[in-house]
């Protein structure tokens, strides 16, 4: 029996780091004043939220007023598709996205198509990935917005966002792109050159969850979801939660400290734990090669999923059989589906993902814990 947990779902969650948790502490029983108010406790509070407001526009390069706090990356898509769409409905219906997008974007979508508007969701290749030119071709006269996601949160999948919204720029430049960036924080280096409107969210970088933030460049409309005091420029009326946005500005501090070693470090983890998996016969790989360092989805053909996460569980290692947000529903991921993998394939699927306390050791272990299981159960399946 194992005597420490080891935690490899940090696409679904990760724990905050205690240097966000030091800068956040003051924030709830000290300094615990409205922003909005006029006193000191509130100012106090104020110049809280326009330091982290500018930690954020530095980290990605954008104006200060770009940066939209909201309460995680499902708010901050809502806002930015609907939002979108309501906005430029008088210059056209239609919108363009992927099959493999996070609910908070599909389902988005599907509210819009039953108040009218219609939407392409783009198939996507055997790695899970579309290309520029695939969306470029989908294009019509009354396309308003394009949401595609920067990594897949499933397969790790990289999509080329940057060039994709870089030639849809130079083709028609007043179509809003936006892209859901809340699993590519903290694992690309991101240039928001082209891009209108970009969603992060805290918990998947080791702030708390219940914060996030959607960036929104220059000018582009949007209309607000909820209706209030008109806090952040009137897209997001609310008092803010200020303990999470200290905390989600320290935690991309965090990133810009040591960018490119925790980049070495994912790399090293994901190489070690590759080769690994290639050990054991009957293993399969689902991500591709252009996929982020952090996130290895894994098959193992005849093992049920569930069997097999219960079974690294009961040893102490904590995984997932695709998307949190839908794990419990009990379909098949419309991921894995959308990229071509096989039933029997999608049915074995787990997923691996790393961060920032990942450890070596913690790699060797999981593989030792495998290469112990798969032979148990597959000869189960086959007596079965």
């Known amino acids: 029996m194992m005597t420490r947990e080891i935690y490899l779902d940090n696409n679904a969650t990760t724990p905050v780091a205690p240097e966000v948790f030091e800068a956040m502490r003051p924030y709830f029983c000290e300094r615990y004043g409205n922003p909005s108010s ?13 330091a982290s407001r500018n930690t954020l526009a530095r980290f990605f390069g954008v104006p200060e007023a770009a940066v939209i706090f909201t309460s995680g990356g499902t708010e901050g898509d809502n806002i930015a598709i609907k939002g979108t769409a309501r906005a430029l409905r ?11 997008e996070h609910p908070a974007v599909l389902e988005s979508c599907r509210e819009l198509e ?8 783009l198939p996507v290749n055997g790695e899970g990935r579309v290309e520029a030119d695939d969306v470029l071709a989908a294009l019509s006269d009354e396309t308003i917005l394009v949401s595609i996601m920067h990594v897949n ?39 928001l050159d082209h891009i209108d409107l970009y969603t992060i969210s805290g ?35 609310g008092t803010e939660n200020v303990p999470g ?7 991309v501090e965090l990133i810009s400290e040591d960018f490119d070693a925790l ?24 991500s591709p090669v252009h996929s982020v360092p952090t ?31 839908s794990s419990r529903k009990g379909r098949r991921s419309h991921v894995l589906e959308a990229s071509h993998l096989p039933p029997e394939v999608i049915d074995s699927s787990l997923r691996f993902s790393f961060s920032r306390y990942t450890t070596v050791e913690d790699i060797e272990t999981t593989l030792q814990v495998i290469r112990q299981v798969v032979p148990l159960f597959a000869g189960v399946a086959r007596r079965g």
Not at 245 to 251: C, F, H, K
Not at 299 to 316: C, K
């Open 38 to 50: 006029l006193h000191r406790k509130g100012i106090e509070a104020e110049r809280a939220v326009r």
């Open 90 to 100: 008088r210059r056209g219906t239609h919108i363009i996205t992927t099959q493999v």
């Open 263 to 286: 980049q070495a470090h994912f790399t090293r983890l994901r190489d070690r734990f590759l080769a690994g998996l290639s050990e054991i016969p009957g293993v399969r790989v689902n």
């Open 153 to 191: 949160n499933e397969l790790g999948t990289i999509f080329p966002v940057e060039e994709i919204a870089a030639r849809l720029k130079r083709q028609r430049p007043e179509i809003v792109f936006h892209s859901d960036g809340v699993q590519a924080v903290g694992k690309l280096k991101i240039r």
């Open 203 to 237: 918990h998947k970088i080791h702030a708390p969850k219940g914060i996030g933030a959607l960036l929104v460049q220059g000018d582009t409309s949007l209309r607000p979801l909820l209706n209030g005091g008109g806090q952040e420029r009137g897209l997001r009326s």
């Open 245 to 251: 946005i200290v905390g989600l500005a320290r935690a």
């Open 114 to 121: 039953s108040d009218g508007f219609h939407v392409t969701y």
């Open 295 to 325: 996130t290895v989805n894994v098959s193992f053909p005849g093992i049920p999923a569930e069997v097999m996460l219960h079974a690294l569980e009961a040893e102490g290692i904590y995984v997932s059989t695709g998307a949190a947000c």
